[in-house]
Structure formats: C-alpha cells, structure tokens
C-alpha cells in the first residue's frame, strides 16, 4: 500500500463497479502497480481523502494502484 504519492481519483464508474462486486461478493483478481491479488471486496473506505478497497484477506488496496481487475469464475 503506497502512501507517500497523491491520490489519483478514479472515475465514478469505475467506484460503482468496485460497489457492485462488493455487494455480490464476487471473486476478483487484481493486477497491480506491483503485484497481483485474488480476493473479495468487503467494502470501500475513504481516509485521508484517499480511497481505499478493503479485501476479505485482510488487505487495503489504494483504488488508485489498481491496473486490472478481473472476475474469477
């Protein structure tokens, strides 16, 4: 989790994705700035002005360090 850059905001729809998948607890694989995780979004936070994904493995993703993000069927 990369705290030392500004926040880049993603786009609103991108957010509303990030929302449903949350809400149906779908399986994703993320491809990030610099690794790559498969886990269910729990939910999505804000702190700092920063938004965040928080997985169901414990981890919180800045939503600005996502490239990818894929359903796993």
Not at 19 to 24: P, Q
Not at 39 to 66: F, P, Q
Request: glycine share 2%; hydrophobic share 40%.
């Amino acid at each position: 989790m990369s705290k030392n850059k500004n926040y880049q905001p993603i786009a609103c729809a991108t957010y509303d994705q990030y929302e449903i998948w949350a809400m149906h607890q779908t399986l994703l694989h993320f491809q990030l700035k610099e690794r790559e995780v498969k886990a269910v979004i729990k939910t999505l936070v804000v702190e700092k002005k920063v938004e965040y994904a928080v997985l169901d493995n414990g981890e919180k993703v800045r939503l600005d360090e996502i490239v990818k993000v894929v359903e796993v069927l």
